[in-house]
């Protein structure tokens, strides 16, 4: 086809026929040089499936082992659920908020079924689970005291169960969907947690209404769970391997190492150059003076990469925080170039990601169906006179403030502007609003009783 009245450089674009073939114009796509040393990620489920068992090993060990990786995993689960996330029940009625509040915070403190701590306990025990391993299994189970918790460790699902069960159901890594795609069952292994041998029965088949599967998904249809040190893994492990070399070569400077050489033994025999009292081997002692054969020199050691490993170390760490998605100082914990400026800037973004775990992965996955099946059971055992459609909100643990005072500024003008409500800030703070009114109520009560003020503010007949 011709464009006689089209320039050349527009005539190629329109001009089929004129582009090269078997050339590919998208780069990432590209099979050239530049592209021949480029991954590729195939199904979420294969993927994961495969990796997620030496992941999870190699993260744990790094999590023991590695000192920054350690202190980021223990910040992850510090900014998740902190002192623990608390229920805040939404009821018109005063008393019946009360009510459900007291008898749950009566149960939060036996909720472990092992009976080593409460939930919010639990709660901090999972997200460690949830970072290193990628996944947290926790079991309800009804005793007759009440609902209690098992968590255990993720492993106890079956990954090596996967079938095809027939009209259309499936196992896939331990995990038993039914035709629509829903999950109906786990395949869990029956070893105890605190086993110390490795042993093995058949998996055990319990409903997935006892079964609690937190994970944050990567993609649209994964059944199990990734480390999210995945992407640190090999980082960590050269920035280990760094760290050595640099303490080693520190090490051999700290010696100050020297090296005699006969300048005038062109090629010949090794020449031993004896000291003043005829021994071979020169040592410096503080304050001696050594007088050398004539044609000798000396050079001492100077290991050249110890200049640059601080920037070269700290580069490594900005990758690592990068990867675990902390601000760079939650991770090494060096806050020397911070201000309030920076600091605020890092952690914004971070407790975006943080609040997107909460409410889009724990309140769903964990603390959600939890509150629905203990209000249950409360309720069918008759402990408890309440509706077992009562919800409730989940209050998650404040962040502390850079600085305070600006924060709380901000949150009076809210308040004055009417953009929040008194309620939502005690929320805010991490306190139940009912709780938080009847102690001010209180105190204000024994205060007038015993003649005691302490506000702040005037008189407002003061002069």
């Given at each position: 086809?011709?464009?006689?009245?089209?320039?050349?450089?527009?005539?190629?674009?329109?001009?089929?026929?004129?582009?090269?073939?078997?050339?590919?114009?998208?780069?990432?796509?590209?099979?050239?040089?530049?592209?021949?040393?480029?991954?590729?990620?195939?199904?979420?489920?294969?993927?994961?499936?495969?990796?997620?068992?030496?992941?999870?090993?190699?993260?744990?060990?790094?999590?023991?082992?590695?000192?920054?990786?350690?202190?980021?995993?223990?910040?992850?689960?510090?900014?998740?659920?902190?002192?623990?996330?608390?229920?805040?029940?939404?009821?018109?009625?005063?008393?019946?908020?009360?009510?459900?509040?007291?008898?749950?915070?009566?149960?939060?403190?036996?909720?472990?079924?092992?009976?080593?701590?409460?939930?919010?306990?639990?709660?901090?025990?999972?997200?460690?689970?949830?970072?290193?391993?990628?996944?947290?299994?926790?079991?309800?189970?009804?005793?007759?005291?009440?609902?209690?918790?098992?968590?255990?460790?993720?492993?106890?699902?079956?990954?090596?169960?996967?079938?095809?069960?027939?009209?259309?159901?499936?196992?896939?890594?331990?995990?038993?969907?039914?035709?629509?795609?829903?999950?109906?069952?786990?395949?869990?292994?029956?070893?105890?947690?605190?086993?110390?041998?490795?042993?093995?029965?058949?998996?055990?088949?319990?409903?997935?209404?006892?079964?609690?599967?937190?994970?944050?998904?990567?993609?649209?249809g994964q059944v199990r769970?990734?480390?999210?040190?995945?992407?640190?893994?090999?980082?960590?492990?050269?920035?280990?391997?760094?760290?050595?070399?640099?303490?080693?070569?520190?090490?051999?400077?700290?010696?100050?190492?020297?090296?005699?050489?006969?300048?005038?033994?062109?090629?010949?025999?090794?020449?031993?150059?004896?000291?003043?009292?005829?021994?071979?081997?020169?040592?410096?002692?503080?304050?001696?003076?050594?007088?050398?054969?004539?044609?000798?020199?000396?050079?001492?050691?100077?290991?050249?990469?110890?200049?640059?490993?601080?920037?070269?170390?700290?580069?490594?760490?900005?990758?690592?925080?990068?990867?675990?998605?902390?601000?760079?100082?939650?991770?090494?914990?060096?806050?020397?170039?911070?201000?309030?400026?920076?600091?605020?800037?890092?952690?914004?973004?971070?407790?975006?990601?943080?609040?997107?775990?909460?409410?889009?992965?724990?309140?769903?996955?964990?603390?959600?169906?939890?509150?629905?099946?203990?209000?249950?059971?409360?309720?069918?055992?008759?402990?408890?006179?309440?509706?077992?459609?009562?919800?409730?909100?989940?209050?998650?643990?404040?962040?502390?403030?850079?600085?305070?005072?600006?924060?709380?500024?901000?949150?009076?003008?809210a308040l004055a502007l009417?953009?929040?409500?008194?309620?939502q800030a005690i929320s805010?703070?991490?306190?139940?609003?009912?709780?938080?009114?009847?102690?001010?109520?209180?105190?204000?009560?024994?205060?007038?009783?015993?003649?005691?003020?302490?506000?702040?503010?005037?008189?407002?007949?003061?002069?």
């Amino acid at each position: 086809m011709a464009f006689p009245f089209i320039p050349n450089a527009f005539r190629r674009i329109f001009d089929r026929s004129a582009a090269p073939e078997g050339r590919r114009s998208l780069d990432a796509a590209t099979g050239s040089r530049r592209g021949s040393g480029l991954g590729q990620f195939g199904p979420i489920n294969p993927e994961i499936g495969a990796a997620a068992p030496i992941t999870r090993a190699r993260a744990r060990y790094l999590a023991m082992n590695n000192p920054f990786i350690a202190n980021g995993v223990q910040n992850w689960g510090a900014s998740l659920v902190g002192t623990g996330i608390r229920p805040a029940v939404r009821a018109d009625d005063a008393g019946m908020r009360e009510l459900a509040a007291g008898a749950f915070e009566t149960w939060a403190d036996a909720a472990d079924h092992a009976g080593r701590t409460d939930f919010w306990g639990l709660q901090r025990d999972l997200a460690r689970h949830l970072v290193v391993d990628g996944e947290a299994l926790i079991l309800m189970r009804d005793e007759p005291d009440g609902l209690r918790l098992q968590l255990i460790p993720p492993e106890l699902l079956d990954e090596s169960k996967t079938a095809t069960l027939g009209d259309g159901r499936e196992i896939v890594a331990g995990v038993e969907f039914d035709a629509q795609g829903h999950r109906v069952a786990y395949h869990i292994l029956p070893q105890k947690p605190s086993s110390i041998y490795a042993e093995y029965a058949p998996p055990v088949r319990v409903d997935a209404a006892d079964v609690l599967h937190v994970m944050q998904p990567a993609a649209a249809g994964q059944v199990r769970g990734l480390s999210w040190l995945a992407p640190a893994v090999l980082s960590a492990s050269e920035l280990d391997q760094l760290a050595d070399a640099l303490l080693v070569s520190a090490k051999i400077a700290a010696m100050h190492a020297a090296f005699v050489t006969d300048a005038t033994n062109m090629g010949g025999a090794a020449t031993a150059f004896p000291d003043a009292d005829g021994i071979s081997d020169i040592s410096l002692e503080p304050g001696v003076v050594r007088v050398l054969p004539g044609g000798t020199d000396i050079r001492f050691n100077s290991p050249e990469q110890l200049k640059d490993a601080p920037a070269f170390v700290r580069m490594n760490l900005l990758a690592l925080a990068a990867a675990l998605g902390l601000p760079e100082h939650m991770l090494s914990g060096d806050l020397t170039n911070a201000n309030y400026s920076s600091l605020r800037a890092g952690l914004l973004p971070f407790r975006a990601r943080v609040e997107q775990c909460q409410y889009g992965v724990l309140v769903p996955q964990l603390l959600r169906p939890i509150w629905r099946r203990w209000i249950a059971t409360e309720v069918l055992a008759g402990r408890l006179d309440l509706s077992p459609e009562l919800r409730a909100e989940w209050i998650m643990p404040r962040h502390a403030q850079v600085d305070p005072q600006k924060d709380m500024a901000a949150v009076k003008e809210a308040l004055a502007l009417g953009l929040m409500s008194r309620s939502q800030a005690i929320s805010e703070l991490g306190w139940n609003a009912d709780d938080l009114d009847r102690e001010i109520a209180a105190d204000r009560a024994r205060e007038a009783e015993l003649g005691l003020s302490f506000s702040t503010k005037e008189s407002p007949d003061a002069a």
